[in-house]
């Protein structure tokens, strides 16, 4: 009996036609097909690995340089990205995000939102003060802003759309002129997962994910990935995770590829059931604002429509009443869980500016809402009802 080879594009003679990312989320990273073989790879728990004499190219010596429990995940990670080396698994996402800062000298020079993940942000001031970095924050959705900042920049890092306040950027403009300066670019996908835009197809060198978030999406992990299709960044990628023991364990590694094989299940319904909560948010009147790039009036729609293939799951709400009223509406809801992160099945939502590193350009009041899969209309009468208690009719 004959077997088929494996891996992301396999088994490539018997397909007419590039797979869909929903299909290779299911598919790629999977064992041999082999008969009595198993259908998902096994998790191998050992720290090192008999060696003998010289180690030869491909040998596995000991499991912080490489173990196979990684391998799976990184073809799938870089299928889903039309990536054309493996990912890189990290040990969470802002591991991933200090291998991408190593690209940046002494002295050097990054670009990045003003609005992104507050660690993104620490880190990036922590560069300034250590190693003499100059950092310029830039309004991701103002284009002509993010050109004139990015001359003689060592690393243009990017959000689109943005943690919090999902500010879409237009990447095809931004990477394409980076890419003209010499400039190194690297986007953080963790909103828009690789269902909804892939940067590297886009003209990113680097993308980087917060695994923890979509990818696994079960809150049981915390984990990081680095995507590229450049082997020699891939090399420099792997070589710090293994320098800085940044390295993910093999049971996170494989409940992360369990988690990944029902993104695209997951992934649309929780963007569906969010533009049906943003759009009703939209005319209560109890609401202030609300931000989701699949509104018409939103000042991300058009780009997003034009750039992206989804509008994802996360809402920006501020309701009537200020800081007070956001505290009081995260108190008062039942089904919603009152938690950072996001990204899992279940539905979340926390006030922003309750952290004391965020931004201070994002309003107090903002609640950061991450919708799950739960049924549409119970997480509508949970935050309609808990904005009638709490704001006023």
């Known amino acids: 009996m004959t077997t088929e080879p494996t891996g992301p594009t396999a088994p490539s003679a018997h397909r007419a036609a590039p797979l869909s990312p929903a299909t290779l989320a299911v598919s790629a990273g999977r064992p041999p097909r082999e008969q009595g073989g198993p259908v998902n790879p096994p998790v191998v728990l050992s720290s090192t690995y008999v060696s003998r004499g010289v180690q030869q190219p491909g040998e596995l010596l000991y499991t912080r340089m490489d173990t196979e429990t990684w391998h799976p995940f990184e073809e799938a990670l870089a299928a889903l990205e039309g990536a054309a080396e493996p990912g890189v698994v990290f040990s969470s996402g802002m591991a991933a995000i200090a291998a ?17 993940y507050q660690v993104t942000l620490g880190f990036a001031d922590d560069l300034a003060t250590r190693l003499g970095v100059e950092v310029v924050r830039v309004d991701v959705a103002d284009t002509d802003q993010v050109l ?35 400039v190194l670019t690297a986007v953080d996908n963790t909103f828009a997962t ?30 990081g990935a680095v995507v590229t299709s450049d082997p020699t960044l891939a090399a420099r990628v792997r070589a710090y995770r293994t320098l800085h023991g940044a390295i993910a364990g093999p049971w996170e590694v494989w409940l992360a590829l369990r988690g990944l094989r029902t993104l695209a299940l997951r992934v649309e319904r929780s963007q569906a059931s969010a533009a049906e909560i943003a759009r009703r948010l939209a005319g209560h009147p109890l609401v202030e604002e609300v931000r989701h790039p699949s509104l018409p009036t939103d000042p991300g729609h058009e780009r997003a429509a034009r750039t992206m293939t989804g509008f994802g ?24 869980v009152p938690a950072t992160s996001l990204g899992g099945v279940e539905s979340s939502l926390e006030r922003r500016r309750r952290f004391a590193t965020e931004s201070h350009t994002v309003p107090e009041d903002l609640l950061r809402l991450s919708v799950g899969i739960e049924d549409v209309e119970d997480l509508w009468a949970d935050l309609d009802r808990a904005l009638r208690a709490t704001v006023g009719d």
Do not use: C
């Open 148 to 182: 004139a900042a990015i001359d003689g920049a060592d690393l243009l890092l990017l959000e689109s759309p943005t943690n919090p306040m999902l500010e879409v950027a237009d990447l095809p403009v931004l990477l394409a002129a980076a890419r003209r300066r010499g």
């Open 194 to 223: 690789p269902l909804g835009q892939q940067p590297l197809v886009l003209g990113a060198d680097v993308v980087v994910h917060s695994v923890t978030k979509y990818l696994a999406g079960h809150s049981d992990v915390v984990l």
């Open 313 to 336: 799951a996360i809402i920006g709400l501020r309701p009537r009443g200020g800081r007070e009223a956001a505290d009081a509406l995260v108190e008062a809801v039942g089904l919603w």
């Open 100 to 116: 991408v800062y190593s690209f940046v000298p002494a002295g050097g020079k990054v670009v990045l939102p003003r609005h992104a």
